[in-house]
């Protein structure tokens, strides 16, 4: 028996066996052996979705290349690669996805299968970037879906959590390949809330950052450049020090009460502007290495901002020691049956705690805020949906449902946690 836990250390599991497939063979003998079946990426998901006590797979070795349409416009792509070695791979012939999000550790099937996204009012998550899947599913073979192609199964599986077989290839919309300017400077909330449409269509790519004891923000900004545009390059770093940030976070573990001085010192050391210039894969990600757990909803854009400022209101009032920023965001809306955003373009409020802190009661009180504004929660990310709540949210599920009886009638690919969200 070996055990696995996810980045944050807060899903710990102990699989029968974690195995790495190379090809379609290895997968398939494996499948076919096991109860029950769950996918792994980088771990990067804080709710259990890789929770399993039997077959544990990662795709990380399997093989694969990506296959350039004539086009130029889609890419058949493995599955399993991460988002850092497939942009870069994206790159070396001459294209890009249209959108990533701050990290790219995860896997190209563990981002599209949880709708995982970027920022950007005009663009979506990265499931709408998905076309189409070629999957190994619980009878063994190897099934290709898309829109005139098993049409049901590939709406299905657009954002899939997992439910339907293991992604092995997934076709990707891309654009030619391009450079992007990363500008982040301190701004009052006040203005940027005022003026937030304004700076949305300036932009496309607009985020800030905001600690609850702060009234300024921490305003970022990404927008296409032409390839000889002059500025630092993507390994300088343009936000506040980690090492910093780390050793505040330690202090605020230790003594919760100084939260708001030191996030307001943060602030302080985090007024100086900056500016970077370069391949778009390179400036999108950001490091991200302390460890935090986190909390997301998708609001409808008009509740964005005024369910913002209730969650700050709420930490504020009850003194609670928060010491990561929220992270806010906007989205498009799409038609995907299973997506946060398919009522309509998003505002997506990112909720953090530092790993070593106590954040379950916080999380709590938080989730309430963040429900009052209409919002849904990012799959992958902590959460506490019941069966109810998911027929609620989304008119499509019992369609969803219903292909995944289809196409697993015996469960092999649901876990705990799954059989419960959806009451299967």
Same mark, same amino acid.
């Given at each position: ?61 399997y ?78 073979q ?11 199964l ?30 982040? *400077?301190?701004?009052?909330?006040a203005?940027? =809330?005022?003026? &937030?449409?304004? #700076?949305? /269509? @300036?932009?496309? $790519?607009?985020?800030?950052f905001?600690?609850?004891y ?29 090492a ?49 757990? *986190? ?6 854009? =008009?509740a964005? &901002?005024?369910? #913002?400022? /209730? @969650?700050?209101? $709420? ?25 946060p ?23 709590a ?60």
């Amino acid at each position: 028996m070996t055990g696995w836990n996810n980045w944050s250390g807060s899903v710990v599991t102990s699989p029968r066996l974690i195995a790495r497939p190379r090809d379609a063979g290895e997968l398939a003998a494996l499948v076919a052996q096991a109860g029950k079946v769950r996918v792994v990426g980088a771990g990067h998901s804080f709710m259990p979705l890789c929770e399993t006590s039997d077959l544990l797979l990662s795709l990380a070795d399997y093989e694969g290349a990506i296959d350039i349409a004539p086009d130029r416009r889609t890419v058949w792509a493995p599955a399993g690669w991460s988002l850092k070695k497939l942009t870069a791979a994206l790159w070396d012939e001459g294209l890009s996805l249209i959108n990533q999000g701050d990290i790219n550790p995860q896997s190209l099937a563990g981002a599209v299968s949880t709708g995982t996204h970027g920022t950007g009012a005009e663009l979506g998550s990265l499931s709408t970037q998905a076309c189409g899947f070629r999957l190994m599913t619980a009878a063994g073979q190897i099934v290709e879906c898309g829109p005139t192609l098993n049409p049901e199964l590939y709406e299905a599986q657009r954002l899939s959590l997992g439910l339907f077989g293991v992604a092995v290839e997934i076709r990707i919309n891309v654009l030619p390949a391009y450079h992007l300017e990363e500008r982040v *400077e301190r701004r009052p909330l006040a203005e940027v =809330a005022e003026r &937030l449409d304004e #700076l949305a /269509a @300036a932009t496309r $790519h607009m985020e800030f950052f905001v600690f609850p004891y702060c009234d300024d923000v921490i305003f970022k900004t990404l927008h296409p450049v032409p390839a000889d545009t002059p500025g630092r390059p993507p390994s300088e770093a343009g936000e506040t020090d980690e090492a910093t940030f780390k050793m505040i976070c330690d202090i605020c573990a230790a003594l919760p009460h100084l939260t708001p001085p030191l996030q307001r010192l943060i602030m302080r050391l985090a007024g100086k502007s900056s500016r970077r210039v370069g391949p778009a894969h390179a400036i999108f990600p950001s490091e991200r290495n302390i460890r935090f757990e *986190e909390m997301e909803y998708e609001l409808p854009r =008009a509740a964005g &901002l005024p369910t #913002l400022r /209730a @969650a700050i209101d $709420h930490i504020r009032k009850r003194r609670l020691p928060i010491t990561f920023p929220f992270e806010f965001r906007l989205a498009a809306g799409d038609d995907i049956w299973m997506s946060p955003f398919n009522a309509g373009p998003g505002a997506s409020i990112s909720f953090h705690q530092y790993a070593k802190m106590p954040w379950r009661p916080a999380f709590a009180e938080m989730e309430a805020v963040l429900r009052d504004g209409a919002g849904r929660p990012h799959w992958a990310k902590r959460h506490s949906l019941t069966p109810a709540d998911v027929h609620r949210l989304y008119p499509r599920a019992a369609d969803f449902l219903a292909v995944r009886k289809t196409w697993d009638p015996a469960g092999k690919f649901a876990n705990t946690h799954l059989t419960e969200l959806f009451g299967l």
